[in-house]
């Protein structure tokens, strides 16, 4: 299991736009995927599940794999945040 704590950069948060990315990129990979914000925990793979975490700009979350392929899903979802959804 791989976990990574990331912190929404971009000032609109995660909106349909970047939940749809995190989606995209996460089903790439073969490993289950999970988000955490506080005690809420929902499938990384699930645009609304992403949306019902009301992750708002500075909200630090905290991402999980686990499987075969964990390590690299950790890092292209990370690198998501990183460069805010590639919409700023």
């Given at each position: 299991m791989t976990e990574?704590?990331?912190?929404?950069?971009n000032r609109a948060g995660i909106h349909a736009?970047?939940?749809?990315?995190?989606?995209?990129?996460?089903?790439q990979y073969a490993s289950d995927f999970f988000i955490e914000k506080g005690s809420m925990r929902v499938n990384g793979k699930s645009i609304m599940g992403i949306i019902t975490l009301g992750a708002s700009?500075?909200?630090?979350?905290?991402?999980?794999?686990?499987?075969?392929?964990?390590?690299?899903?950790?890092?292209?979802i990370e690198q998501l945040f990183v460069n805010r959804f590639e919409i700023e």
């Open positions: 990574k704590v990331v912190t929404v950069k736009r970047p939940a749809a990315l995190i989606v995209k990129t996460a089903n700009y500075r909200t630090e979350l905290k991402i999980v794999t686990d499987g075969a392929d964990e390590q690299e899903a950790a890092e292209a």
